[in-house]
């Protein structure tokens, strides 16, 4: 494919040259060999001394592009091509790296396409789904015009899927972020409760630790029978209606 993308670069360079320069018909084929170089300039030259200068640069344009690709594509690599060119596809978005490789295998295999036509359907047939039914209802009539419509169509796509793209990543961020500070209040609120809790526990009435028995009259640790304590003297034994500091503090 290399080589026919060379051969096919230097034909419509070519053509480029004879347009801009005016050049003759008559003078094609002699401007055209002045270019060769390496094994192909080699090639012309044999070619001129076999058959002379004469009819050698009489020929035609077209008859020397023919015997070029006779000779440096055989017809059977021609077959490979074309069985390229028909199973040619775009690969995902990469619109003109196939159009340039269609275009390029299209000029070596003209016998494919009989009419300007034919080429087109092909080139369209070639394109993904997401472009191809609104190429098809452009009815495009020309390469040219193929060419344009589905260019545009691909790069809208392309720029549908970056913006989606960059809408999705956004939106995952956002979320992340949101859930990230919804743990980190979690946490903070967590903290916050097993603080209060550990205050709440240490400021507490401490835990008896003796081995004396939990009175269930006076709610305290002791030995023997429930015995009344005053609450004048704080004294256990007596109440305070008994309490003779009472009665000290009425005598004086």
Not at 26 to 34: M, N, P
Not at 115 to 128: H, I
Not at 130 to 153: D, Y
Request: include cysteine; hydrophobic fraction near 30%.
């Amino acid at each position: 494919t290399e080589g026919v993308a060379s051969l096919s670069q230097w034909c419509e360079r070519m053509k480029s040259v004879f347009h801009i320069s005016n050049c003759t018909t008559e003078k094609q084929v002699k401007f055209a060999t002045c270019t060769l170089h390496s094994v192909t300039l080699t090639w012309w030259n044999t070619h001129v001394l076999i058959v002379g200068h004469e009819a050698a640069y009489g020929m035609s344009w077209k008859t020397l592009i023919k015997m070029m690709t006779d000779k440096y594509f055989p017809r059977n690599e021609i077959r490979k091509l074309e069985m390229e060119l028909w199973e040619l596809k775009v690969k995902g978005t990469d619109l003109a790296s196939y159009t340039q490789c269609f275009q390029e295998l299209a000029l070596l295999c003209r016998r494919m396409f009989s009419k300007e036509s034919d080429k087109v359907e092909k080139y369209v047939g070639g394109l993904p789904d997401m472009i191809h039914r609104s190429v098809v209802a452009s009815k495009p009539k020309t390469m040219q015009e193929a060419i344009e419509i589905a260019t545009e169509l691909m790069d809208k796509k392309v720029r549908t899927f970056a913006e989606h793209k960059t809408a999705s990543k956004r939106k995952f961020e956002n979320t992340s972020r949101t859930t990230r500070n919804q743990q980190q209040q979690q946490n903070s609120n967590k903290r916050q409760n097993t603080g209060r809790v550990y205050t709440a526990a240490s400021g507490g009435k401490k835990q008896y630790g003796g081995s004396r028995p939990l009175c269930a009259k006076c709610n305290y640790h002791h030995d023997g029978p429930y015995a009344p304590k005053c609450h004048n003297c704080n004294k256990i034994g007596h109440s305070a209606s008994d309490c003779r500091n009472m009665a000290n503090t009425s005598n004086a």
